[in-house]
Protein backbone atom coordinates (compact mmCIF):
# COMPACT_ATOMS: atom_id res chain seq x y z
CA UNK A 1 0.00 0.00 0.00
CA UNK A 2 1.40 3.34 -0.52
CA UNK A 3 2.11 6.24 1.92
CA UNK A 4 -1.03 8.53 1.75
CA UNK A 5 -0.20 12.67 1.33
CA UNK A 6 -0.80 13.08 4.87
CA UNK A 7 1.57 10.22 5.86
CA UNK A 8 4.00 11.64 3.76
CA UNK A 9 3.59 15.10 4.74
CA UNK A 10 4.34 13.67 8.40
CA UNK A 11 7.27 12.41 7.00
CA UNK A 12 8.08 15.78 5.16
CA UNK A 13 7.50 17.79 8.75
CA UNK A 14 9.67 14.87 11.13
CA UNK A 15 12.64 15.79 8.80
CA UNK A 16 12.12 19.39 8.32
CA UNK A 17 11.25 19.42 4.94
CA UNK A 18 9.72 22.07 2.64
CA UNK A 19 6.02 22.18 1.96
CA UNK A 20 4.38 24.75 -0.32
CA UNK A 21 1.55 26.74 0.94
CA UNK A 22 -1.14 24.77 -1.99
CA UNK A 23 -0.24 21.81 0.74
CA UNK A 24 -1.86 23.82 3.85
CA UNK A 25 -4.59 21.88 4.69
CA UNK A 26 -2.88 18.73 5.00
CA UNK A 27 -0.04 20.24 6.41
CA UNK A 28 -2.34 21.44 9.22
CA UNK A 29 -3.82 17.88 9.92
CA UNK A 30 -0.30 16.51 9.72
CA UNK A 31 0.88 18.94 12.28
CA UNK A 32 -2.20 18.14 14.66
CA UNK A 33 -1.92 14.18 14.73
CA UNK A 34 2.28 15.12 14.84
CA UNK A 35 2.31 16.99 17.91
CA UNK A 36 0.62 14.73 20.07
CA UNK A 37 3.65 12.28 19.70
CA UNK A 38 5.44 11.39 23.17
CA UNK A 39 8.47 13.49 21.84
CA UNK A 40 6.38 16.60 21.42
CA UNK A 41 5.87 18.97 23.99
CA UNK A 42 2.79 22.07 24.00
CA UNK A 43 2.58 24.14 26.75
CA UNK A 44 -0.04 26.97 27.12
CA UNK A 45 -0.43 29.76 25.28
CA UNK A 46 1.11 32.07 24.36
CA UNK A 47 4.29 30.23 23.53
CA UNK A 48 4.13 26.38 22.23
CA UNK A 49 7.59 24.89 22.28
CA UNK A 50 7.51 22.52 18.85
CA UNK A 51 3.95 23.68 17.44
CA UNK A 52 3.81 24.25 14.06
CA UNK A 53 3.28 27.61 12.87
CA UNK A 54 2.11 29.10 9.11
CA UNK A 55 4.28 31.90 8.32
CA UNK A 56 2.47 34.28 5.44
CA UNK A 57 4.49 33.75 2.26
CA UNK A 58 4.11 34.44 -1.47
CA UNK A 59 2.10 31.69 -3.06
CA UNK A 60 5.18 30.27 -5.46
CA UNK A 61 7.44 30.24 -2.46
CA UNK A 62 7.97 26.99 -0.46
CA UNK A 63 6.51 26.90 3.04
CA UNK A 64 8.95 25.84 5.92
CA UNK A 65 7.48 24.36 9.12
CA UNK A 66 7.90 26.97 11.55
CA UNK A 67 9.26 24.73 14.56
CA UNK A 68 9.73 27.12 17.61
CA UNK A 69 14.04 27.49 18.08
CA UNK A 70 14.16 23.57 15.84
CA UNK A 71 17.28 23.91 13.64
CA UNK A 72 17.63 21.04 11.10
CA UNK A 73 20.32 19.97 8.75
CA UNK A 74 20.95 19.52 5.27
CA UNK A 75 20.11 16.06 5.61
CA UNK A 76 16.85 17.02 7.69
CA UNK A 77 18.80 15.86 11.20
CA UNK A 78 17.66 18.16 13.99
CA UNK A 79 21.17 19.69 14.89
CA UNK A 80 19.91 22.85 16.92
CA UNK A 81 17.26 23.07 19.25
CA UNK A 82 17.11 26.96 21.36
CA UNK A 83 14.05 27.26 23.14
CA UNK A 84 15.15 29.83 25.58
CA UNK A 85 12.65 31.85 27.37
CA UNK A 86 9.40 30.05 26.45
CA UNK A 87 8.21 29.61 29.14
CA UNK A 88 8.53 25.50 28.93
CA UNK A 89 7.50 23.56 32.43
CA UNK A 90 7.95 19.96 33.01
CA UNK A 91 10.89 17.75 33.22
CA UNK A 92 13.12 16.20 31.34
CA UNK A 93 13.27 12.81 31.93
CA UNK A 94 10.89 11.59 29.51
CA UNK A 95 12.45 12.54 26.36
CA UNK A 96 14.42 10.41 23.87
CA UNK A 97 17.64 11.67 23.84
CA UNK A 98 19.30 9.08 21.48
CA UNK A 99 16.66 10.24 18.85
CA UNK A 100 18.79 13.50 18.28
CA UNK A 101 22.22 11.99 17.24
CA UNK A 102 23.18 15.02 15.49
CA UNK A 103 22.05 17.52 18.31
CA UNK A 104 25.11 19.85 18.77
CA UNK A 105 22.96 22.74 21.00
CA UNK A 106 20.48 22.26 23.72
CA UNK A 107 19.39 25.50 25.12
CA UNK A 108 16.75 25.81 27.28
CA UNK A 109 17.90 28.87 29.30
CA UNK A 110 15.34 30.84 31.16
CA UNK A 111 12.51 28.80 31.16
CA UNK A 112 12.34 28.89 34.58
CA UNK A 113 9.08 26.22 35.26
CA UNK A 114 11.57 23.21 33.97
CA UNK A 115 12.02 20.97 36.92
CA UNK A 116 12.87 17.58 38.07
CA UNK A 117 16.57 15.98 37.65
CA UNK A 118 18.70 16.26 35.22
CA UNK A 119 18.40 12.87 33.34
CA UNK A 120 21.83 11.08 33.10
CA UNK A 121 20.51 9.90 29.50
CA UNK A 122 21.67 13.38 27.98
CA UNK A 123 25.03 12.02 27.86
CA UNK A 124 23.57 9.68 24.93
CA UNK A 125 23.73 13.02 23.20
CA UNK A 126 26.60 12.20 21.61
CA UNK A 127 27.56 15.13 19.28
CA UNK A 128 26.74 17.51 22.18
CA UNK A 129 28.87 20.79 22.01
CA UNK A 130 26.78 23.29 24.09
CA UNK A 131 24.35 22.40 27.25
CA UNK A 132 22.35 24.97 28.74
CA UNK A 133 19.91 24.54 31.50
CA UNK A 134 20.57 27.97 33.51
CA UNK A 135 18.03 29.38 34.77
CA UNK A 136 15.16 26.64 35.44
CA UNK A 137 14.11 25.13 38.99
CA UNK A 138 16.25 21.98 38.12
CA UNK A 139 17.26 19.95 41.50
CA UNK A 140 19.39 16.96 42.23
CA UNK A 141 23.03 16.25 41.56
CA UNK A 142 24.40 17.38 38.25
CA UNK A 143 24.89 13.66 36.54
CA UNK A 144 28.55 12.13 36.59
CA UNK A 145 27.89 10.84 33.25
CA UNK A 146 28.31 14.20 31.59
CA UNK A 147 32.08 13.16 31.40
CA UNK A 148 31.11 11.03 28.55
CA UNK A 149 30.22 14.20 26.51
CA UNK A 150 33.47 13.98 24.83
CA UNK A 151 32.70 17.02 22.43
CA UNK A 152 30.67 19.27 25.29
CA UNK A 153 32.60 23.14 24.53
CA UNK A 154 29.71 24.68 26.78
CA UNK A 155 28.34 23.82 30.09
CA UNK A 156 25.55 26.28 31.89
CA UNK A 157 23.70 24.80 34.71
CA UNK A 158 23.73 28.62 36.64
CA UNK A 159 20.62 29.18 38.53
CA UNK A 160 19.37 26.12 39.76
CA UNK A 161 18.81 24.10 42.45
CA UNK A 162 21.14 21.70 42.38
CA UNK A 163 22.58 20.24 45.24
CA UNK A 164 25.63 17.58 46.32
CA UNK A 165 29.30 17.21 44.80
CA UNK A 166 30.56 18.75 41.51
CA UNK A 167 31.32 15.31 39.80
CA UNK A 168 34.90 15.04 39.15
CA UNK A 169 34.00 13.40 35.78
CA UNK A 170 33.66 16.85 34.34
CA UNK A 171 37.24 17.21 34.50
CA UNK A 172 37.43 14.83 31.53
CA UNK A 173 35.62 16.53 28.88
CA UNK A 174 38.94 17.44 26.76
CA UNK A 175 37.27 20.15 25.19
CA UNK A 176 35.65 22.33 27.43
CA UNK A 177 36.26 25.98 27.61
CA UNK A 178 33.35 27.38 29.63
CA UNK A 179 31.78 25.89 32.90
CA UNK A 180 29.29 27.92 34.43
CA UNK A 181 27.44 26.31 37.70
CA UNK A 182 26.67 29.49 39.39
CA UNK A 183 24.06 30.12 41.79
CA UNK A 184 22.73 26.55 43.18
CA UNK A 185 23.97 24.90 46.39
CA UNK A 186 26.49 22.38 45.15
CA UNK A 187 29.74 21.17 47.22
CA UNK A 188 32.65 19.53 46.88
CA UNK A 189 33.87 16.22 48.55
CA UNK A 190 36.90 17.17 50.35
CA UNK A 191 35.24 20.46 52.15
CA UNK A 192 38.74 21.40 53.14
CA UNK A 193 40.37 22.18 50.38
CA UNK A 194 40.02 23.49 46.69
CA UNK A 195 37.57 21.48 44.33
CA UNK A 196 39.96 19.57 42.37
CA UNK A 197 37.62 19.41 39.05
CA UNK A 198 38.77 23.06 38.50
CA UNK A 199 42.11 22.16 38.87
CA UNK A 200 41.67 19.53 36.39
CA UNK A 201 40.09 21.55 33.28
CA UNK A 202 43.02 22.91 32.54
CA UNK A 203 41.42 24.40 29.21
CA UNK A 204 39.04 26.88 30.44
CA UNK A 205 38.60 30.36 29.59
CA UNK A 206 35.71 30.57 31.55
CA UNK A 207 34.52 29.83 35.18
CA UNK A 208 31.61 30.61 37.34
CA UNK A 209 31.06 28.25 40.57
CA UNK A 210 29.81 31.73 42.90
CA UNK A 211 27.01 31.37 45.48
CA UNK A 212 27.32 28.04 45.96
CA UNK A 213 28.82 25.88 49.43
CA UNK A 214 32.62 25.59 48.43
CA UNK A 215 35.50 25.99 50.65
CA UNK A 216 39.21 24.97 50.74
CA UNK A 217 42.30 27.82 50.54
CA UNK A 218 42.96 29.43 46.70
CA UNK A 219 45.75 27.05 45.44
CA UNK A 220 48.67 28.41 44.49
CA UNK A 221 48.65 25.85 41.73
CA UNK A 222 45.82 27.57 40.15
CA UNK A 223 47.41 30.01 37.50
CA UNK A 224 50.00 27.10 36.65
CA UNK A 225 46.66 24.38 36.02
CA UNK A 226 44.22 27.33 34.40
CA UNK A 227 46.78 29.22 32.40
CA UNK A 228 44.00 30.09 29.62
CA UNK A 229 41.60 31.57 32.11
CA UNK A 230 39.67 34.63 30.97
CA UNK A 231 36.86 34.85 33.53
CA UNK A 232 36.96 33.63 36.87
CA UNK A 233 34.12 34.15 39.69
CA UNK A 234 34.16 32.26 42.78
CA UNK A 235 32.43 35.05 44.78
CA UNK A 236 29.63 34.24 47.94
CA UNK A 237 31.53 31.13 49.10
CA UNK A 238 33.71 29.70 51.64
CA UNK A 239 36.86 30.24 50.17
CA UNK A 240 40.00 30.64 52.63
CA UNK A 241 43.41 32.39 53.17
CA UNK A 242 45.03 34.77 51.07
CA UNK A 243 44.97 36.15 47.88
CA UNK A 244 48.74 34.67 46.66
CA UNK A 245 50.94 36.53 44.37
CA UNK A 246 51.15 33.34 42.04
CA UNK A 247 48.03 34.90 40.98
CA UNK A 248 49.85 37.93 39.35
CA UNK A 249 50.70 34.94 36.63
CA UNK A 250 47.09 34.89 35.14
CA UNK A 251 48.22 37.35 32.47
CA UNK A 252 45.26 36.54 30.30
CA UNK A 253 42.65 36.90 32.95
CA UNK A 254 40.45 40.09 32.68
CA UNK A 255 37.57 39.56 34.79
CA UNK A 256 38.10 38.19 38.93
CA UNK A 257 35.12 38.16 41.22
CA UNK A 258 36.39 36.64 44.76
CA UNK A 259 34.33 38.80 47.48
CA UNK A 260 32.09 37.34 49.97
CA UNK A 261 34.66 34.65 51.16
CA UNK A 262 37.00 34.04 53.59
CA UNK A 263 39.90 35.25 52.68
CA UNK A 264 42.32 37.61 54.64
CA UNK A 265 45.02 39.75 54.37
CA UNK A 266 45.01 42.77 52.05
CA UNK A 267 44.47 43.73 48.48
CA UNK A 268 48.14 42.63 47.22
CA UNK A 269 50.51 44.97 45.65
CA UNK A 270 50.45 42.69 42.28
CA UNK A 271 46.98 43.43 41.71
CA UNK A 272 47.61 46.92 40.57
CA UNK A 273 50.09 45.88 38.05
CA UNK A 274 47.57 43.34 36.00
CA UNK A 275 46.83 45.73 33.43
CA UNK A 276 44.21 43.54 31.86
CA UNK A 277 42.40 43.65 34.74
CA UNK A 278 38.44 44.87 33.63
CA UNK A 279 37.09 43.60 36.93
CA UNK A 280 38.10 42.94 40.35
CA UNK A 281 35.59 42.25 42.94
CA UNK A 282 37.57 41.40 46.08
CA UNK A 283 35.02 43.04 48.93
CA UNK A 284 33.55 41.63 52.07
CA UNK A 285 35.96 38.97 52.97
Not at 23 to 44: G, R
Not at 65 to 85: E, K, N, S
Not at 160 to 176: E, F, M, R
Not at 231 to 242: H, P, Q
Amino acid sequence: MGMSDLDRQIEQLKRCELLMETEKALYLKAMEILVKESNVQCVDAPVTACRLQLRAVPHHEPLMPGWCGVGCDATGRVVTLRLRGLGLGGGLDKLNFAAFPALTELDLNGNYNLNGTIPASISRLSSLELLDLGINGFNGSIPSEFGDLSGLIELRLYNNNLVDAIPHQLSLLPKIVHFDLGSNYLTDLDYANFPEFILKSGNITYLDVSSNTLFGPLPESLPEKLPNIRYLNLSANGFSGRILPSFGKLTKLQDLLIAANKLIGGVPEFLGSMTQLRILEIGEN
